[in-house]
Structures are given as structure tokens and as C-alpha cells.
């Protein structure tokens, strides 16, 4: 005779559905249960302090946290379109693809004229639309001059590896 005794006659395995949803929840459970039995979660910071709740109730306490947690930055679109101006030639020298550059250029002149047909809703949109052959033909030069100074960089280097070696030499021979 075996240890196991049959179910109950009232019990039937099969008259449970249980979808998709259900077993994952039942597997997160167990999985969770078998932590907590081997002690996972005993030493988590901030174990048996109170939560940082409000003096008052605020109904959305949780998104002005995650907003302070996270560091977002919500300006309105004309602030938003400025710094992003502002920050386009950096960006754009990260680009190594001239149609890139482009492209990206067409993108910012999309957003600024999208925020002129728009109803301001801070600050009025001083922003202008950039010239894209000559934001282009900016990003091109500008990348020239860095090619020459790394060039220019790489010759002092080379010729100062150089005079080292040939002090090097002379040192040994004499």
C-alpha cells in the first residue's frame, strides 16, 4: 500500500481552468514563497522602516516621486526646442554619414515647425528652422578641422616618438 491516498471523490483536477495569466501569477507565488523560506529577503535596505508617504494625500504621489527619483525634465516644447538647438551641432558631429546629418536636420526643422502650428504652451518659440546645406556644409568643415588637428596631433607625436628613439640610439653608440 502506497503513502499517497487518492482525492477526494468531489474533487476534480480537470474543472480548473486556469489560462495563461493565472499560472504565471501561481509561478511568480511559488517562486516568491521558496525566496522568502531561504531567507532572500530578510536583509533588503530599508526593511521595517515606514514608506515615505505624504502629510496629505495626494493622488499622484507616486508620479511626483518617480518624477524626483528619476530626474525628468518636463519643459514646455519652445524650452525643449531651444536646448535642443542648442545641443545640435554636438550631436551632429557624433554622426559620421553626411545623408545622416541630413536627415537629422530635416527631423529638428519637422519639430520646430510642428511647435509654430501649435498653441504655445509656455514661453513663445523663438526657435527657427535651420538651413540644411549650410548646417551641412558646417558639420563637414567642422569635421575637416578635426581630421586635420588629429593628423597634425598623430605628426607631433610620431616625431617626438622619433627624436626620442634616435637619443635612444645615439646614447647606446657612443
Do not use: C
Not at 502629510?55 to 519643459?75: A, G, I, S
Not at 520646430?112 to 509656455?122: E, I, M, N, S
Request: hydrophobic share 40%; proline share 9%; glycine share 4%.
Amino acid at each position: 500500500m502506497t503513502d499517497r491516498h487518492p482525492p477526494p471523490a468531489f474533487f476534480n483536477p480537470y474543472a480548473v481552468a486556469i489560462d495563461d495569466k493565472v499560472a504565471i501569477a501561481l509561478l511568480a507565488d511559488l517562486h516568491i514563497r521558496k525566496a522568502i523560506e531561504r531567507g532572500e529577503f530578510d536583509d533588503l535596505p530599508g526593511s521595517g522602516k515606514p514608506l515615505p508617504m505624504p502629510d496629505r494625500y495626494d493622488p499622484d504621489w507616486w508620479l511626483k516621486n518617480l518624477v524626483k527619483r528619476e530626474r525628468f525634465v518636463m519643459l514646455p516644447p519652445s524650452i525643449e526646442l531651444r536646448r535642443e538647438d542648442a545641443a545640435l551641432d554636438d550631436r551632429l558631429d557624433e554622426i559620421w554619414v553626411e545623408d545622416d546629418v541630413r536627415h537629422e536636420v530635416e527631423e529638428f526643422n519637422r519639430r520646430v515647425l510642428r511647435g509654430r502650428y501649435q498653441v504655445p504652451a509656455g514661453p513663445p518659440l523663438v526657435t527657427m528652422p535651420r538651413d540644411v546645406e549650410a548646417t551641412v556644409a558646417a558639420w563637414a568643415d567642422r569635421r575637416a578641422a578635426r581630421a586635420a588637428e588629429a593628423r597634425a596631433r598623430a605628426l607631433a607625436s610620431a616625431s617626438d616618438e622619433g627624436r626620442r628613439r634616435r637619443r635612444r640610439f645615439v646614447r647606446r653608440s657612443r
